[in-house]
């Protein structure tokens, strides 16, 4: 909790009120700016000594159960609740459910992108889109096919996606995929997507079952990927995930050095594309 920037911003946030903002009467001789410390009380059903003292900078933790009736008195948007929250102490609490509708702004980057493969999931795994380079590394293993695109499910209920994986990583990469998992659950409190994945998973996996009783959880940002790929074998790629303001999306770019042997596979898949995998269906840039 910062009380010093805490007390700032809810001082901020009432003095930029006006009673009329709330329905409130501004009645003759106000000399306070904006609303008065009683009466942001009032409107947030507490007593006005204890909000005196969050502005302050003198009280205790105020509760998530305090805070949501506070952003409403004071009219905040959704990025000033959430900073409402952080000031206090507390994560924001996510009003979204995990989607698949992609964010126009990530789809122009993807669009860019033509140099290196690059992919757009959800937090929960889903894959959203992906470019063509990402279609020739990965077109075997991951489709962005409403009934195929979760990267999570398939890794524990697919052998023919672990395959494409050398046998020494994939441990490493179960339990990856797990805390990632785990992270975007505690997000997403009571999305039931993610519930409904975590539950699947849970009955047909072994393996995921028992990673997750570990409750290891991160959220992967940067790393190494080595892929087998049919043609060019053996490719070794660093991986950067950019994710969105809500965490919701992320952008995951494979790159090599220039140069380097990775970086002339590339070129390669570059020229035979995605003929190397004559059974892949045609697929959509988002699903």
Known sequence: MNRRELADFLRRCRERLQPQDVGLSAGARRRTPGLRREEVAQLAGMSADYYMRLEQARSPQPSTQLLAPLARALRLNDDERDHLYLLA?????????AGDHVRPGLLFLLDRLTDAPAQILNDIGDLLAQNTLAESLFGGVCSTQPQNRNIVWRWFTDPFVRAAYPVEDQAYYSRLHVADLRAALARRSGDPAALDLVRRLRVASEEFATLWERHEVGVRRQGNVRVIHP??????????????PAEDQHLLLFTAPPGSHNAKQLELLRVVGRELFPGLQEQTRTS
């Open 231 to 244: 043609t060019v074998g053996l490719i070794d790629l660093n991986c950067e995930q950019l994710l969105s």
């Open 89 to 97: 102490g507390h994560r924001p609490p996510i009003g979204r459910q």
